[in-house]
């Protein structure tokens, strides 16, 4: 196999098509490498998707930037000068995983690109960062899962309240909250309320538009590769880039945005990394079958009765975070339990976690947020909008990640792509 070529500014962008003819995955393994890194090797790392998020991560601890990739040239250009010497320029992701020189491929392409490029990744040899969230839809989550199973590689989404950094509005971070419902302070099950009085923002001006006129794509831009392997439709700029967000097709508006940041801490402290809900409900208006729209209150329940409760309409402005039967939590870390803070202190703190990625791509150790626990959440998110684009009742099978006898929702949880794309 030759080495990938040099992007220079140039050349021209490349289809998906043709480039889908010339290239073939081919594993780390196979190329001399062993899949597996000493102590002492520097990590090294590609960056796919540099429009935004993916240019705030050309530099982290631990690894050392050796390619960028992405369709629209102008992106690859700026990210290229912030990445500076040394650093070569792609158009095709699959040009990248074919270098056996690279480790750690960072994933920050729209969401409609994780699922397939996650799983390349693997089957290449390579240890996955992905952006959240996870997957655009429940079937690619699971396909996700098994094949980093498969392939034996190191996988995390971009999350990561469940273990650093203060979870909005509480002053803390998790590790005091799940401290309190694993040790039984608040009783069981537990209701759980995401809304602005809880300290959580929806953001639903990621909506599409309904009726944009068609537009020429620019010339920087392979338009026709950036859709990949979702639905084609005629370009128009607010489609793409940073507003991308508000259309079905590419992510799911507010809960797609912020559902994981918001939602994975919460499955952590109830314990259901393992787990989904048994019933979705939404009420909401009804949904353009392209532009996402906002919500009114979602509702997902746990078989053993636990529920999450998505207050996009911010009603019950009272409402607690937690709220079980001994007792309430609330924003700031506020509760009606006499003394709670002293009671935690003579506790036992939850099981430690893994989260430094080098070293878990060192030490070949799963990382705290990885491809299992990762996908259970991203089902919440995807779940979440299932139920807001169809507008009723839902029930769903944690163990076969189908919803019995509904058709219709199981469309829209194992949605086909667009050719020559495929799980």
Not at 81 to 108: K, N
Not at 224 to 243: E, M, S
Request: net charge neutral; charged share 25%.
């Amino acid at each position: 196999m030759p080495h990938p070529r040099r992007f220079t500014r140039r050349d021209f962008l490349r289809t998906g098509a043709a480039a889908a003819a010339a290239f073939t995955i081919v594993p780390r393994r196979v190329l001399g490498g062993q899949g597996y890194l000493a102590p002492s090797d520097t990590l090294t790392k590609a960056v796919v998707g540099v429009g935004g998020m993916g240019r705030a991560h050309l530099v982290y601890p631990g690894s050392v930037l050796r390619a960028v990739c992405d369709v629209d040239r102008k992106h690859l250009e700026a990210a290229l000068e912030l990445a500076g010497p040394g650093v070569d320029g792609y158009a095709d992701f699959r040009e990248v995983l074919a270098r056996p020189d690279i480790d750690i491929v960072h994933i920050a392409t729209p969401p409609h690109w994780h699922g397939l490029i996650s799983m390349a990744a693997a089957a290449a040899g390579k240890d996955v960062w992905c952006e959240k969230p996870m997957t655009r839809t429940i079937s690619e989550g699971r396909a996700v899962v098994e094949a980093v199973r498969r392939a034996g590689r190191i996988f995390r989404v971009n999350t990561w309240f469940r273990f650093t950094d203060r979870f909005y509005g509480f002053g803390t971070d998790v590790k005091p909250i799940k401290k309190a419902v694993q040790n039984g302070l608040l009783g069981w099950p537990i209701k759980a309320t995401v809304s602005a009085t809880t300290g959580f923002d929806w953001k639903f001006y990621w909506s599409g538009l309904t009726h944009a006129r068609p537009e020429p794509a620019p010339p920087e831009l392979d338009y026709d590769f950036w859709l990949g392997p979702a639905p084609w439709k005629p370009y128009h700029p607010h489609r793409v880039h940073g507003t991308f967000r508000g259309y079905w097709d590419y992510d799911g508006g507010g809960l797609g945005d912020m559902g994981m940041h918001y939602l994975d801490p919460v499955q952590y402290i109830l314990d259901k990394d393992g787990e989904s809900p048994v019933e979705i409900a939404a009420d909401c208006p009804q949904q353009h079958p392209d532009a996402c729209g906002s919500w009114r209150r979602i509702e997902m329940k746990y078989a053993d009765g636990c529920l999450i409760v998505l207050d996009g309409e911010n009603r019950d402005k009272s409402a607690p975070f937690l709220e079980g039967p001994k007792g309430r939590l609330y924003r700031g870390f506020e509760s009606d339990i006499p003394g709670l803070r002293d009671a935690l202190a003579a506790l036992p703190d939850p099981e430690p976690q893994m989260t430094d990625f080098s070293q878990a791509v060192r030490t070949r150790t799963p990382f705290a947020l990885n491809e299992t626990n990762a996908h259970r959440s991203c089902t919440l998110v995807n779940l979440a909008k299932i139920a807001v684009q169809l507008g009723r009742p839902l029930r769903y099978d944690p163990a076969t990640e189908t919803f019995p006898g509904d058709e219709a929702a199981n469309r829209l949880a194992r949605q086909p792509m667009r050719a020559p794309w495929r799980l």
